[in-house]
């Protein structure tokens, strides 16, 4: 059977990789994985904040379904999982780095994910899906980390007994009133950057190549595997080992082209899109809780966003190395030839398109265009190929099951990613679909979002500051930045008709009842 | 000041249940992520699932009113009320909620997060034992 290396990295732009027309950072791995394989030019999240997305990769779902609906809401420990599939198909599995299934904020250590940590086991036995007792989500060794060493996950552990000097050395995320913490650092004074003096060795991206390359070397040569490596970066602190910031020099790196350089610029942009664009750059209004709180981004200047497009390419430049060792791990157990690799993220970054950073209610291929590479097993002979028709997420599940030779389990919505353009038409892929629901502290932003034929179409539902008529429509094609919202065009109102149309024909089923937000993130 | 509230019907009577809530020293057996507590006077100490000890001031405990009323000491949390409130539906049910007022703002989703989850508990609990508690 084919075995499975399921790459995702946070918070991760389409246009970071080489391979994408990404000029910043150097990722030729990365890079040799979409030569060989398929790399999509239009993959694209079904939520555009951690948890959900994730919890879509895990479960074939969306978010209304599998009922993730922001960060904050664990997802049930039985819901479905694919890993849990092929753990019964006999394949071993493994997560190892970020998972956020579950909150990481956890005083009373009530969520798996947390508590295995502390345990030090492999796994829990927890009931799945279909009432079978087995693995936590069904992989049989997990290993957790994130964005530093706070907290209880095996990273942090393992940094604060083998290095507990280097602890403090990241930028501390959350500050003393428990928000994400707009303190600014660098040379900049950018938010949530600052310089690290941790080892590169030590840092998280190496810690999850390693303890990838540890479980592999643990298992038979003839094993079949699954196994998620998730790396932490290049998801904010910008805070990647201070050693290899030589590499690309912030004064040199350009403004990226999402950036609007003048003020009077950028507020006419955000003024053509619904009003929650324009309050959060003022500072009127955070709608999320991933946006630091007293980060105001109208504050931002051009060279803070050279910065941490800097420090963010550095951390995509160190996963695609770790990855190339992970390979060269792979290729030394002689098991390349039956390997499919999959590199993706859950969700993109402003990083400054519009003059924002950071993520929230914002539909627009900052956050919604991802990096997607499937390098299928070379034992399979599928013929290397761009896709660009969209594709979601939520078919990443539906692969794995068709990689493993495992019929497709009834809990999906989706199929498995097009090999190829003519594959795509031929099954019907036509739209994806996106979904945003927040509520905090009385403010709840709620966004519908369609993509199809080169166009994506965002419906708004009445909430704190919506009425529920805004909406926002962008020719991907023509206006590759969405910078000209064209919702209320008279010239393409058949098609907004026609988009929202097909948008609510195709709602996912709600998961009732609703579950309740138990954390922060 | 932040306020989450959350709440559940249980198929007891509110006497049953404010046994129960108005006991202080039970809360660890029905709320979930604490281990153990301790009474003495108007201190209840609270221990987490994650080691994590809490001093807490009882500040209302009215049984005629059904309603319970505790404070986290000032640490992390610059300021907290957590009220329980058990109200008589008249049919031998009860409404029990359990509201968190809290600063820091995202901790009272937190310990909001966790009172949901005791009240299920409590529910469960209660309905599986149908003796009265009294």
């Not at chain 1, 664990?74 to 999982?81: I, N, R, Y």
């Not at chain 1, 930028?171 to 040379?187: K, R």
């Not at chain 1, 995509?316 to 030839?337: P, Q, Y």
């Not at chain 2, 609270?46 to 009215?62: F, H, Q, R, Y």
Request: proline share 7%; charged share 20%; with cysteine.
């Amino acid at each position: 059977m084919r075995k499975i290396l399921f790459v995702t990295t946070d918070q991760q732009r389409y246009d970071t990789l080489g391979c994408n027309g990404g000029t910043l950072a150097r990722t030729p791995v990365v890079d040799a994985l979409a030569a060989a394989g398929i790399r999509y030019e239009r993959a694209i999240p079904q939520s555009v904040v951690c948890m959900p997305s994730r919890s879509t990769m895990l479960t074939g779902q969306y978010p209304s379904t599998h009922g993730v609906w922001m960060n904050g809401v664990p997802l049930p420990v039985d819901a479905p999982s694919v890993a849990a599939d092929l753990h019964r198909a006999g394949y071993r599995t493994a997560l190892i780095g970020k998972a956020h299934f579950e909150p990481f904020m956890d005083a009373f250590g009530r969520f798996t994910e947390n508590l295995l940590a502390r345990s030090g086991n492999e796994t829990a036995q927890r009931p799945w899906a279909d009432g079978t007792v087995g693995p936590h989500r069904g992989f049989d060794h997990l290993e957790f980390a994130t964005h530093g060493a706070a907290g209880m996950l095996h990273y942090a552990r393992w940094l604060g007994a083998n290095h507990p000097e280097a602890v403090g050395m990241f930028y501390a995320a959350i500050d003393a009133g428990w928000n994400v913490s707009a303190l600014g650092g660098g040379d900049t004074d950018a938010p949530q950057v600052t310089a690290n003096p941790i080892p590169r060795d030590w840092y998280h991206t190496d810690w999850v190549a390693d303890r990838t390359i540890a479980w592999l070397d643990g298992l038979d040569a003839t094993d079949d595997w699954f196994c998620w490596m998730s790396f932490p970066d290049p998801h904010h602190p910008w805070d990647p080992p201070e050693s290899e910031m030589h590499r690309i020099l912030w004064k040199d790196t350009p403004l990226p082209a999402g950036y609007p350089t003048t003020a009077a610029e950028r507020e006419r942009i955000l003024d053509d899109k619904p009003r929650h664009w324009r309050m959060w750059y003022d500072g009127d209004l955070v709608s999320n809780y991933e946006a630091p709180k007293h980060w105001v981004p109208a504050t931002m200047t051009a060279d803070q966003v050279r910065e941490v497009n800097a420090r963010n390419a550095v951390e995509c430049e160190l996963i695609d190395e770790a990855l190339g060792r992970v390979l060269r791990a792979i290729d030394t157990r002689g098991w390349t030839d039956d390997v499919d690799i999959v590199f993706t993220t859950d969700h993109g970054e402003l990083q400054g398109d519009f003059g924002l950073l950071f993520k929230g209610p914002y539909h627009t291929d900052s956050l919604m265009r991802l990096p997607l590479i499937w390098r299928p097993a070379p034992s399979a002979h599928i013929a290397p190929a761009v896709v660009t028709t969209p594709v979601g997420l939520v078919e990443l599940a539906p692969t794995f099951c068709a990689i493993a030779g495992v019929d497709a389990p009834d809990y999906l919505q989706a199929t498995a990613l097009p090999i190829d353009d003519q594959d795509a038409t031929d099954r019907d892929k036509e739209r994806v679909l996106t979904e945003w629901d927040s509520e905090l502290w009385g403010v709840g932003v709620h966004l519908r979002t369609i993509t199809r034929n080169g166009w994506v179409c965002t419906t708004y539902r009445p909430g704190f500051v919506h009425n529920g008529n805004e909406g926002e429509l962008y020719d991907l094609g023509a206006d590759p930045l969405q910078h000209d919202n064209r919702w209320n065009d008279p010239a393409v109102a058949a098609l907004q008709s026609d988009l929202v149309a097909d948008l609510w024909d195709h709602q996912p089923q709600a998961h009732t009842p609703r579950l309740d937000v138990e954390a922060p993130v | 000041m932040a306020s989450v509230r959350r709440q559940v019907i249980i198929n007891r009577t509110a006497d049953d249940v404010y046994a129960v809530i108005g006991d202080p020293v039970t809360i660890a057996d029905w709320f979930p992520g604490m281990v153990n507590a301790t009474v003495d006077g108007t201190t209840r100490i609270i221990t987490t699932e994650s080691g994590l000890p809490m001093a807490e001031e009882i500040v209302t405990n009215d049984a005629i009113q059904r309603r319970f009323q505790y404070r986290l000491a000032p640490g992390f949390i610059q300021d907290h009320l957590g009220t329980i409130d058990v109200f008589d539906l008249g049919d031998g049910r009860s409404l029990v909620a359990y509201s968190t007022d809290c600063e820091p703002a995202a901790l009272a989703l937190m310990i909001g997060g966790a009172t949901g989850n005791a009240l299920k508990e409590l529910k469960r609990q209660l309905e599986e034992d149908q003796q009265p508690r009294r």
